[in-house]
Protein backbone atom coordinates (compact mmCIF):
# COMPACT_ATOMS: atom_id res chain seq x y z
CA UNK A 1 0.00 0.00 0.00
CA UNK A 2 1.34 3.42 -1.07
CA UNK A 3 1.79 5.88 1.66
CA UNK A 4 -0.85 8.23 0.17
CA UNK A 5 -3.06 5.56 0.20
CA UNK A 6 -2.20 4.32 3.45
CA UNK A 7 -2.33 7.99 5.15
CA UNK A 8 -6.21 8.44 3.20
CA UNK A 9 -7.80 5.71 4.24
CA UNK A 10 -6.39 6.40 8.16
CA UNK A 11 -7.88 9.58 7.31
CA UNK A 12 -10.84 8.59 6.35
CA UNK A 13 -11.74 6.15 9.36
CA UNK A 14 -10.70 8.67 11.61
CA UNK A 15 -12.93 11.22 9.68
CA UNK A 16 -16.02 8.90 9.73
CA UNK A 17 -15.68 7.33 13.54
CA UNK A 18 -14.35 10.42 15.52
CA UNK A 19 -14.28 13.43 13.59
CA UNK A 20 -18.14 12.76 13.35
CA UNK A 21 -19.01 12.84 16.41
CA UNK A 22 -16.53 14.87 18.10
CA UNK A 23 -15.55 18.20 16.29
CA UNK A 24 -18.39 18.29 13.39
CA UNK A 25 -21.31 18.65 15.52
CA UNK A 26 -19.66 21.36 17.14
CA UNK A 27 -20.20 23.69 13.81
CA UNK A 28 -22.66 22.21 13.21
CA UNK A 29 -21.46 21.16 9.87
CA UNK A 30 -22.37 17.79 7.73
CA UNK A 31 -20.44 15.88 5.05
CA UNK A 32 -21.45 17.73 1.67
CA UNK A 33 -21.91 14.70 -0.64
CA UNK A 34 -19.84 14.19 -3.75
CA UNK A 35 -18.93 11.72 -6.56
CA UNK A 36 -15.64 9.79 -4.74
CA UNK A 37 -13.23 10.34 -7.89
CA UNK A 38 -13.82 14.58 -7.86
CA UNK A 39 -13.09 14.28 -3.82
CA UNK A 40 -9.91 12.39 -4.71
CA UNK A 41 -9.25 14.80 -7.13
CA UNK A 42 -9.64 18.01 -4.88
CA UNK A 43 -7.11 16.11 -2.59
CA UNK A 44 -4.43 15.49 -4.80
CA UNK A 45 -4.41 19.44 -6.47
CA UNK A 46 -5.99 21.60 -3.52
CA UNK A 47 -5.14 20.03 -0.53
CA UNK A 48 -8.60 19.03 0.58
CA UNK A 49 -10.07 16.18 1.96
CA UNK A 50 -13.79 17.11 2.53
CA UNK A 51 -16.09 19.56 1.69
CA UNK A 52 -18.77 20.59 4.63
CA UNK A 53 -22.10 22.26 4.96
CA UNK A 54 -23.11 24.22 7.22
CA UNK A 55 -26.70 25.06 8.95
CA UNK A 56 -27.04 28.15 6.37
CA UNK A 57 -26.51 26.13 3.67
CA UNK A 58 -22.36 27.27 3.29
CA UNK A 59 -19.68 25.33 2.24
CA UNK A 60 -16.30 24.88 3.74
CA UNK A 61 -13.49 23.06 1.90
CA UNK A 62 -11.56 21.36 5.52
CA UNK A 63 -8.09 19.61 5.25
CA UNK A 64 -7.83 16.75 8.28
CA UNK A 65 -4.41 16.16 9.36
CA UNK A 66 -5.03 13.76 12.31
CA UNK A 67 -1.58 11.86 14.26
CA UNK A 68 -1.32 8.79 16.61
CA UNK A 69 -0.94 9.24 20.32
CA UNK A 70 2.56 9.62 20.45
CA UNK A 71 2.21 12.77 19.41
CA UNK A 72 0.02 14.08 21.86
CA UNK A 73 2.79 15.82 23.83
CA UNK A 74 3.34 18.19 20.93
CA UNK A 75 1.85 21.71 21.21
CA UNK A 76 1.63 22.49 17.63
CA UNK A 77 -0.62 21.83 14.57
CA UNK A 78 1.22 21.01 11.56
CA UNK A 79 1.08 21.33 7.23
CA UNK A 80 3.24 19.07 5.25
CA UNK A 81 5.54 21.85 3.26
CA UNK A 82 8.03 20.26 0.88
CA UNK A 83 9.94 16.85 -0.29
CA UNK A 84 13.04 17.99 -1.33
CA UNK A 85 14.17 14.30 -1.78
CA UNK A 86 11.54 13.40 -4.35
CA UNK A 87 12.60 12.15 -7.38
CA UNK A 88 9.10 14.00 -9.02
CA UNK A 89 9.75 17.42 -9.08
CA UNK A 90 5.75 18.13 -9.56
CA UNK A 91 5.87 16.31 -5.72
CA UNK A 92 8.66 18.38 -4.06
CA UNK A 93 5.67 21.65 -3.16
CA UNK A 94 3.68 19.55 -1.18
CA UNK A 95 0.01 20.68 0.87
CA UNK A 96 1.81 23.91 1.88
CA UNK A 97 1.78 25.51 -1.39
CA UNK A 98 -1.80 23.61 -3.35
CA UNK A 99 -3.48 23.90 -0.15
CA UNK A 100 -7.40 25.60 -1.27
CA UNK A 101 -9.18 24.23 1.60
CA UNK A 102 -10.96 26.93 4.70
CA UNK A 103 -10.11 25.45 7.09
CA UNK A 104 -7.15 22.55 8.72
CA UNK A 105 -8.92 20.18 11.39
CA UNK A 106 -6.12 18.47 13.39
CA UNK A 107 -6.55 16.18 15.61
CA UNK A 108 -4.37 13.81 17.78
CA UNK A 109 -6.05 10.09 18.96
CA UNK A 110 -5.74 7.90 21.80
CA UNK A 111 -3.99 5.02 19.66
CA UNK A 112 -2.27 3.98 17.12
CA UNK A 113 -2.86 4.03 12.75
CA UNK A 114 -2.12 0.06 13.54
CA UNK A 115 -4.88 -0.01 16.44
CA UNK A 116 -7.38 2.39 13.79
CA UNK A 117 -6.95 0.20 11.02
CA UNK A 118 -7.08 -3.74 13.48
CA UNK A 119 -10.10 -1.45 14.89
CA UNK A 120 -8.60 -2.64 18.04
CA UNK A 121 -10.21 0.05 20.38
CA UNK A 122 -12.55 2.65 20.59
CA UNK A 123 -10.99 6.03 19.25
CA UNK A 124 -11.48 9.65 20.41
CA UNK A 125 -9.75 12.87 20.26
CA UNK A 126 -6.89 13.42 22.78
CA UNK A 127 -6.87 17.01 21.58
CA UNK A 128 -7.98 18.56 18.34
CA UNK A 129 -8.42 21.90 16.30
CA UNK A 130 -9.96 23.91 13.68
CA UNK A 131 -7.78 26.51 12.33
CA UNK A 132 -8.94 29.26 9.62
CA UNK A 133 -6.34 28.88 6.60
CA UNK A 134 -7.18 32.44 5.46
CA UNK A 135 -6.23 33.83 8.22
CA UNK A 136 -2.86 31.99 8.91
CA UNK A 137 -2.18 32.66 4.95
CA UNK A 138 -3.17 36.24 5.71
CA UNK A 139 -0.42 36.67 8.56
CA UNK A 140 1.96 34.85 6.55
CA UNK A 141 1.95 37.09 3.66
CA UNK A 142 1.77 40.10 6.26
CA UNK A 143 4.82 38.48 8.18
CA UNK A 144 3.71 38.24 11.13
CA UNK A 145 4.32 34.30 10.43
CA UNK A 146 7.42 33.98 9.35
CA UNK A 147 8.50 29.88 8.19
CA UNK A 148 12.18 29.52 10.17
CA UNK A 149 14.39 26.17 9.20
CA UNK A 150 16.65 27.85 12.37
CA UNK A 151 14.73 26.46 15.01
CA UNK A 152 13.33 23.04 16.11
CA UNK A 153 10.15 23.94 17.79
CA UNK A 154 7.43 27.21 17.38
CA UNK A 155 7.94 30.24 18.99
CA UNK A 156 6.55 33.56 19.06
CA UNK A 157 9.92 36.10 19.06
CA UNK A 158 8.88 40.19 19.23
CA UNK A 159 5.01 39.29 18.76
CA UNK A 160 6.15 37.26 15.77
CA UNK A 161 5.01 33.48 15.22
CA UNK A 162 8.55 31.65 13.75
CA UNK A 163 7.00 28.79 12.77
CA UNK A 164 9.24 25.34 12.99
CA UNK A 165 10.59 24.04 9.65
CA UNK A 166 11.57 20.00 10.46
CA UNK A 167 12.14 17.54 8.34
CA UNK A 168 9.90 13.81 9.24
CA UNK A 169 12.62 10.63 10.67
CA UNK A 170 11.79 8.90 7.13
CA UNK A 171 13.04 11.75 5.11
CA UNK A 172 9.76 11.74 2.99
CA UNK A 173 9.26 15.12 3.47
CA UNK A 174 9.34 17.73 6.26
CA UNK A 175 6.71 20.20 7.57
CA UNK A 176 5.76 23.48 8.94
CA UNK A 177 4.55 23.71 12.68
CA UNK A 178 2.55 26.56 14.43
CA UNK A 179 1.68 26.62 17.49
CA UNK A 180 -1.99 26.47 18.10
CA UNK A 181 -1.79 28.67 21.85
CA UNK A 182 -0.06 31.13 20.24
CA UNK A 183 -2.06 31.49 16.90
CA UNK A 184 -4.82 32.12 19.45
CA UNK A 185 -2.69 34.61 21.73
CA UNK A 186 -1.49 36.46 18.56
CA UNK A 187 -4.81 36.15 16.01
CA UNK A 188 -7.45 35.09 18.19
CA UNK A 189 -9.70 38.41 17.29
CA UNK A 190 -9.35 36.60 13.75
CA UNK A 191 -11.02 33.93 15.01
CA UNK A 192 -8.24 31.84 13.80
CA UNK A 193 -8.92 29.01 15.94
CA UNK A 194 -12.82 28.26 15.57
CA UNK A 195 -12.64 25.21 18.29
CA UNK A 196 -9.97 23.87 20.09
CA UNK A 197 -9.29 20.67 22.86
CA UNK A 198 -6.39 19.67 24.54
CA UNK A 199 -3.91 22.56 22.79
CA UNK A 200 -4.62 25.15 25.86
Do not use: C
Not at 148 to 169: F, R, S, Y
Amino acid sequence: MTYYSADRKFTDTVHNEVALKEIYPQLGWKVFPMNPDELNRIDLEQGIDYVMIDRQGKKHNVQERFREYHYHFYKDATLRYRRDHSDDADQIESEFYKIKADYLVYGIINGSKAQVRNRAKEFSFVKYAVIDLKVLFKQIGKRKIILDEKIGKPEIINGVMHAAVNENTDYSSNFVAFDVKGLNDLFGRENIILIQEGFY
